[in-house]
């Protein structure tokens, strides 16, 4: 199985498991989010977290620059995007827990990011299947 298929398959995986998790624990899993997760004091596992999001887009485009895969950029694209929130993690923790409990408030916003880490999910294991 190629580095790109198993990225694919392992952040819709993430994505699933976490909405379904969301869904089976309702209100426990936003209490448990912004109080032991996210915390007000960062915890250290987000600083390593942070860090290792990080090498993993580095590493990814290793492997578009080294591997011939057709549309290897894309993934990496993508992942690139969620550096934002690495980014954020490291160095403006404060502003992405007050957004965090701020969606965790708005079931509304809280459906619509739902749906669409599932739309994305499911997009990224047709990707796993049909183009990589």
């Known amino acids: ?15 699933i498991c976490s909405r ?3 869904a089976l624990l309702g209100r426990r899993w936003a209490a448990w989010e912004t109080r032991k997760a996210y ?4 915890p250290a596992w987000v600083v390593a977290v942070g860090v290792l999001g990080l090498l993993l887009i580095a590493y990814t485009w290793y492997r578009v620059f080294t591997d011939a895969v057709a549309y290897d950029w894309v993934i990496a694209v993508l992942l690139s995007l969620t550096g934002v929130k690495a980014l954020m993690f490291l160095f403006r923790y404060h502003r992405f827990r007050e957004f965090v409990v701020q969606v965790m ?3 509304t916003r809280m459906r619509k990011i ?8 499911i ?9 990589y």
Not at 1 to 15: P, V
């Open 20 to 22: 379904i998790g969301m």
């Open 123 to 131: 997009l990224l294991v047709a990707m796993g299947i049909f183009v």
């Open 105 to 107: 408030a708005d079931r």
């Open 114 to 121: 739902n749906v669409a880490v599932v739309a994305f999910s």
């Open 1 to 15: 199985m190629s580095y790109f298929r198993i990225l694919c398959f392992g952040w819709a995986g993430l994505g």
């Open 39 to 42: 915390s007000k004091k960062r």
